[in-house]
């Protein structure tokens, strides 16, 4: 599933082992089987591309033995969810998701359509034995230019208003080109902040702060909220996560994989606020076509580790620059993440 090289072996010792904790929590992780996909879809427009080239599925089985080969010496546990394209049904993508939590003692949300009522909604939150949901902007309804999605168009008010009865968690993906800068984001985040306190909100990827041009003022206004959490997920700005780490307190910090994307060979970069995966040549199929991918051979593609490496080796760079603590690096890795799914645990049914 997983060739480990010389290099990576290298890489980790040099870079990851010795900063990380003994014991991971993995907030953000996708499991599901290819078998449950729909197939011969049509192209998705609202969806990067490249995503789909990594894996064809995770299994629960295929998770644990990732975490193996990529934490050896670690104990790692997930939070996880499905991970379905538009226009396949989530009821089997889900029940897959619940199996798995109960194979693997590891905790989970459902992925959520906007098309569900409050009673349906809770019902399956419930029936599943899950703690929160995840919600994604290709499920907003098809008629919205997919540069004119809002938080809201896949995020209703009357799930928002189930999830804070319960206290669950919802892991969310924000839309919209101008990513986390973006103000109508930037206002439904604190509506939700501000009308739904309960909820325990975690704004993934940073808010898709990939590049430096994607933050704008959205630390300034963010660092006066005091719920709301970010995972740091297929995110390896070095950057950005100084600019969150002086924001919030660690304490609102979590890891993040994003797996099995992560375990894709890349290095990023960015340009003119885009960002560009660097990986091996021929290793995923014809890119081509997509800006977001750019292909190097020969020794600077042996050169090329994991993403996941690169994520956390970014965190690690912000995290000596900005000072903060072997115990602060515990809570974002752990302790922020264990506390909380504890805390959803009790509420959420």
């Not at 089997?92 to 109960?102: C, R």
């Not at 928002?160 to 930037?186: A, E």
């Not at 709301?228 to 600019?243: G, H, K, P, R, T």
């Not at 993040?256 to 290095?267: N, T, V, W």
Request: hydrophobic share 40%.
């Amino acid at each position: 599933m997983i060739n480990i090289t010389p290099f990576d072996v290298e890489f980790y010792q040099k870079n990851l082992w010795a900063f990380l904790p003994e014991r991971i929590i993995d907030i953000h992780t996708h499991v599901w089987l290819d078998e449950h996909r729909k197939k011969h879809q049509a192209a998705e427009s609202r969806l990067a591309t490249w995503p789909s080239k990594v894996a064809k599925d995770n299994s629960i089985e295929d998770l644990k033995k990732t975490y193996d080969l990529l934490f050896p010496g670690k104990q790692v546990s997930a939070l996880m969810f499905s991970m379905p394209e538009s226009g396949d049904g989530l009821d089997i993508l889900n029940d897959y998701v619940t199996k798995s939590s109960q194979k693997s003692g590891f905790p989970a949300l459902i992925f959520a359509s906007p098309d569900w009522d409050a009673d349906e909604f809770k019902n399956k939150i419930l029936e599943g034995g899950f703690i929160g949901a995840k919600v994604y902007l290709s499920f907003a309804p098809a008629y919205i230019p997919a540069n004119e999605i809002r938080i809201f168009d896949f995020t209703p008010i009357h799930q928002l208003q189930v999830l804070n009865d319960l206290g669950g968690i919802l892991m969310l993906h924000i839309p919209r080109p101008n990513r986390l800068k973006d103000p109508v984001n930037l206002a439904q985040l604190l509506e939700i902040e501000e009308k739904y306190p309960n909820i325990k909100l975690i704004i993934a990827h940073v808010g898709r702060a990939y590049c430096n041009e994607d933050i704008g003022n959205a630390f300034d206004i963010l660092s006066k909220t005091k719920n709301m959490l970010f995972d740091i997920s297929a995110n390896s700005n070095q950057f950005v996560f100084e600019q969150l780490i002086q924001a919030v307190s660690p304490k609102r910090i979590i890891f993040g994989s994003d797996l099995p994307i992560l375990r894709m060979r890349a290095r990023r970069i960015t340009e003119n606020g885009t960002y560009i995966n660097i990986i091996p040549k021929g290793l995923y199929g014809d890119v081509s076509g997509d800006k977001n991918m750019r292909e190097v051979s020969g020794d600077e593609a042996d050169k090329i580790t994991f993403f996941l490496y690169e994520e956390i080796d970014a965190f690690r760079r912000a995290a000596n620059v900005t000072g903060i603590t072997k115990s602060d690096i515990e809570d974002i890795f752990c302790n922020n993440a264990s506390h909380l799914i504890t805390l959803a645990k009790k509420t959420a049914h």
